[in-house]
């Protein structure tokens, strides 16, 4: 049921919290040695990382987490040769951080028919994608029938992709509208062809923070226990965080806390994303003056997230839609193993102002490997390797 019961003032600095915390810097040196052997780091040690400024502490951080990195998965840069598709931006739900969603009356609001959705099937196959990611928003009219039809059209259209689809948001509605709890919902999802869940709408797991930038939203409970359905119905996930607005560090801290203790009671998410915050076409940025975050914070935060999973989730992915394409090349220095995929489309960002760009030519993403020095592979969804790109430059099937 979306209400908004939690709406309240969105400030212009910080997460409205009245209540200073101290950052142990102390607690620092020993954190990155921890972070470096795979050892759980508790609240204080993460908000002391995630707060730090010192450029040397902020290298030790870089190095401890590419270490851990090449440990876990070694040298090799992966991706996928993807098609994102948002079957419609119409939606209820008016997250103050989203240039993305629609009124139904909006002049910018769309909603695809079948043929439409197939042409882009179609196109994604002659690209030589392996995966469609399916998303939209919270439309007010669709039934769960609605949602299982757009699954049966793609995988009549190209049965050989893998459907990657549906936000913890989307499926906590299919069970609202439905009556059905998760289990059912998978089941019924499952069968009409999805293949895997995206841990999207995660923002910052934390109800504080959610409370203000998506009052609408699914709290962290529901969000976790939609991915641990997704999970216990044989469908892996991604998790993912959106930083860099009005999150403070021991926000993050209990994000990474909620995502680590998941994955180490399931074991279900093959990869963790971390998204910054774009600003430009959304009510945080326009009205409350939330700006974009450097690019050197959004390096230190990757490598943060690196250490604070330790070796529960091996690969750790950088949005270059979000970042840039050169400021991903150099994440592969901050524990980065993954670029992520080709996209084709990605309205989302775009529609928030990203001037990144929303496709990318797999050869781009071998060539931003290679020149971080560094082989490159084309992978599937869950992380089987396709097909080889040596520094050589010769191209190879696995």
Not at 129 to 146: K, N
Not at 252 to 257: N, P, V
Not at 292 to 319: C, D, M, W, Y
Request: proline share 5%.
């Amino acid at each position: 049921m979306i209400t908004a019961r939690y709406w309240s003032f969105i400030p212009r600095r910080g997460s409205g919290r009245r209540n200073d915390r101290v950052i142990r810097r102390d607690l620092v040196a020993g954190a990155i040695d921890k972070g470096r052997a795979g050892t759980t780091l508790d609240e204080d040690e993460l908000t002391a990382l995630f707060a730090e400024t010192r450029p040397e502490a902020i290298e030790a951080i870089r190095e401890a987490a590419d270490e851990l990195r090449a440990e876990l998965v070694g040298e090799t840069v992966t991706f996928v040769v993807c098609r994102n598709i948002n079957v419609s931006n119409i939606c209820i739900v008016g997250c103050a951080f989203c240039g993305f969603g629609q009124g139904r009356r909006s002049p910018d609001a769309y909603e695809y028919d079948r043929a439409a959705l197939e042409e882009k099937v179609r196109d994604a196959v002659q690209f030589g994608a392996t995966e469609i990611c399916m998303q939209s928003g919270i439309h007010p009219d669709w039934t769960l029938e609605d949602y299982e039809h757009w699954l049966r059209v793609i995988k009549e259209a190209a049965p050989q992709l893998h459907l990657h689809a549906y936000s913890p948001m989307e499926i906590a509605h299919m069970c609202d509208i439905s009556a059905l709890p998760p289990a059912e919902v998978f089941a019924r999802l499952r069968t009409a062809g999805l293949d895997s869940t995206p841990g999207t709408a995660a923002e910052v797991l934390h109800d504080g923070v959610r409370e203000r930038i998506s009052p609408n939203k699914l709290p962290v409970a529901r969000w976790v226990e939609i991915i641990e359905a997704s999970h216990a119905a044989g469908l892996r996930s991604t998790a993912t965080v959106m930083f860099g607005h009005i999150e403070e560090p021991w926000e993050l801290a209990e994000h990474m806390r909620v995502v680590r203790e998941l994955q180490e009671r399931t074991g279900g998410i093959t990869e963790f994303v971390p998204l910054s915050f774009i600003p430009f076409q959304t009510l945080l940025g326009r009205t409350h003056g939330v700006e974009e975050i450097s690019t050197e914070e959004k390096l230190k935060h990757t490598a943060v997230f690196r250490l604070a999973l330790g070796r529960t989730i091996p690969n750790v992915q950088s949005s270059w839609v979000k970042m840039g394409l050169d400021a991903a090349t150099e994440s592969l220095r901050w524990g980065v193993n993954d670029l992520g995929g080709t996209l084709m489309e990605e309205s989302i960002s775009r529609m928030a102002g990203s001037y990144h760009g929303v496709r990318l030519e797999p050869e781009q993403l071998v060539a931003a490997a290679h020149k971080a020095g560094r082989p490159a592979a084309e992978r599937s969804t869950l992380y089987r390797i396709l097909r080889r790109y040596e520094l050589s430059g010769a191209a190879a099937p696995a």
